[in-house]
């Protein structure tokens, strides 16, 4: 995700601070035949709500403006299709889902006068095409015509039975040419992400559907950038080479994802970026174990927890044990750069959502967004049906942006609770954990009854099914907002001043001269503590009496 140019050249590219992450299952590597695809959305100052666009007829003459999903400014206007479909979030009412992650590339690519962005082009894809195939001929039909003014961009695009990467870069206000791409579909059974680093290298070697633009190694070779021959050409080497950040802070993450389903240490020291000579990652890999819902909120929840990237074991956990880092990613001391990990789960997620797309089942009830409005370790994931046309409150709250509050805006409350577990992590987060759990797991424990009834209504009355899933999506997002203002609440009264009231049944527990001798004090960890008499020595001892 990106702010602006400037900003997706001197702060993307050389911080990574705003990125995005997209992780990939076909339905061949899931349990039941689902495919998954998800999106965190992170920027930091980022406020959104689930958006909508609703289905739509258009007349002859009709315009669509186009307004940069970034800055807002108004690019100009094309002409509106005569059908558009209804989008809810990222996912339409065909069970099409489109999801991002920000590369950058070349800067001298970046055509600053085309009229389409990336945002746009994401949602005007879903507005527009009932199959990834047709996605991905709208949105590049459309950057062609009009010009694209982003950076290179990696699309994860997916239908209940293909999911496609297609990546895509300006071709620098060049008047005969708009833009380059390439689009590879991911073979059934495997797995694939990406996170801020173009993934597609040399394609002619994948065994697999590739789709490209006319001009997709001419333009490199037209710039002296490519001179080999057409099969040996390398798309992320032509336009997008891989560099230290590009590897450990956007790769790693990839190989991360990956680690979960397959030994990966074969690709570790690509991961780790210091290398030149390491071998690349696989675009995708075959994983070793079947992939299903809660494997894929979990890989979302990521910190590079039990690998060498882990961020539990050195002292900038703080005191309380915290995975989460501070930004920018770089720092100096002395006029030596140092750098912190960038794991999946990071604090500038604006929006995170898993899609589960299915084929068996009508279109209107097999697309499901499980949505949040916060980093995935931080949220308990929503079930927004792809059907739907009305939001709940929380999601699209009147009055809520990015500087005011609404305690009915689950942007809001979900930021509310995260910022205070973020630096007492091993303190506040097991409760936390536990309201977030128990709203997952009820969510899925009630999906097949749900859908079922939808199915039962659907097979007589279609807008009956339609309502009573939209219905229930309200319900659940109410569900949800409630129990986490009364987790805000719970966890300001438990950890007050960093000790931790006890409880017995639910109630915290009192006495008639107060809690003193009830409440606890768990001080420092035994790692801080370690560290802590390492950088003081004896200053702190306690002499021998």
């Known amino acids: 995700m990106k702010k ?18 997209n992780l990939i299952a076909t339905k061949g ?3 039941d035949g689902s495919v998954f695809v998800t999106y965190t959305a992170d920027d930091y100052g980022m406020f959104t709500n689930l958006c909508h666009y609703p289905a739509g007829t258009h007349a002859k003459g009709d315009r669509r403006e186009i307004i940069d999903y970034d800055t807002h400014e108004r690019h100009g206007s094309i002409p509106e299709a005569p059908v558009t479909y209804n989008v809810i979030g990222n996912i339409n009412e065909y069970q099409v889902s489109i999801g991002e992650t920000t590369y950058g590339g070349r800067e001298e690519m970046v055509d600053k006068d085309g009229i389409i962005d990336y945002g746009s082009l994401m949602y005007l894809g879903l507005q527009r095409s009932k199959t990834a195939r047709e996605a991905i001929k709208v949105m590049t039909s459309l950057a062609e015509t009009y010009g ?4 290179g961009e990696t699309f994860t695009i997916a239908d209940p039975n293909e999911v496609w990467l297609l990546e895509m870069q300006g071709c620098g206000g060049e008047k005969e040419q708009q833009v380059v791409w390439v689009a590879v579909r991911i073979p059934d059974g495997m797995i694939s992400a990406h996170a801020n680093q173009s993934r597609i ?7 697999t559907e590739v789709i490209k633009s ?11 950038w490519f001179k080999g021959k057409d099969k040996d050409f390398n798309w992320k080497m032509t336009y997008a080479a891989p560099d230290f950040g590009g590897r450990r802070w956007c790769d790693a993450r990839v190989w991360s994802y990956f680690n979960h389903f397959k030994d990966m240490s074969r690709w570790l020291p690509w991961a780790l970026g210091k290398d030149p000579n390491a071998e690349d990652m696989p675009l995708w890999i075959a994983p070793d174990k079947k992939v299903d819902l809660p494997k894929m909120e979990a890989c979302m929840r990521d910190h590079y927890e039990g690998t060498p990237l882990s961020l539990d074991n050195d002292i900038a956990q703080g005191i309380w044990e915290s995975p989460y880092r501070p930004t920018p990613l770089k720092y100096e001391v002395d006029g030596k750069q140092y750098f912190n990990e960038r794991p999946i789960s990071t604090q500038q997620t604006g929006f995170s959502y898993i899609a589960q797309l299915r084929s068996w089942l009508p279109r209107e009830i097999g ?9 995935g370790n931080m949220v308990a994931y929503v079930p927004i049906y792809c059907s739907n046309t009305e939001r709940a409150e929380c999601f699209n709250t009147p009055g809520a942006d ?31 954990k536990e309201v977030r759990d128990s709203l997952d797991n009820a969510f899925l424990a009630a999906q097949k009854g749900v859908e079922a009834k939808a199915e039962s209504l659907y097979a007589t009355d279609k807008a009956a099914a339609v309502k009573y899933l939209n219905d229930y999506s309200i319900q659940k997002s109410n569900e949800m907002i409630a129990r986490w203002r009364q987790l805000a609440i719970h966890l300001i009264v438990k950890f007050n001043d960093m000790a931790v009231k006890p409880e017995k049944d639910g109630k915290f527990l009192r006495t008639s001269t107060g809690l003193g001798e009830h409440v606890k004090r768990p001080g420092y960890s035994d790692y801080f503590k370690r560290e802590l008499v390492k950088q003081t020595g004896d200053k702190f001892a306690v002499p021998n009496k």
């Open 148 to 151: 694209y003014n982003s950076g």
């Open 214 to 224: 006319k001009n997709c190694i001419s333009f490199a070779r037209s710039k002296g």
């Open 201 to 207: 290298g040399q394609f002619s070697t994948y065994n």
């Open 4 to 21: 602006s140019f400037a900003t997706l050249f001197f702060l993307t590219m050389i911080t990574y601070a705003n990125a995005c992450t």
């Open 367 to 375: 697309g499901i967004l499980w949505f949040g409005n916060d980093d």
């Open 402 to 432: 990015a500087v005011t509050f609404s305690d009915k805006n689950a942007f809001w409350v979900c930021n509310w609770v995260s910022n205070m577990v973020y630096p007492r992590y091993s303190q506040l987060f097991p409760a936390l």
């Open 29 to 31: 590597a899931t349990t």
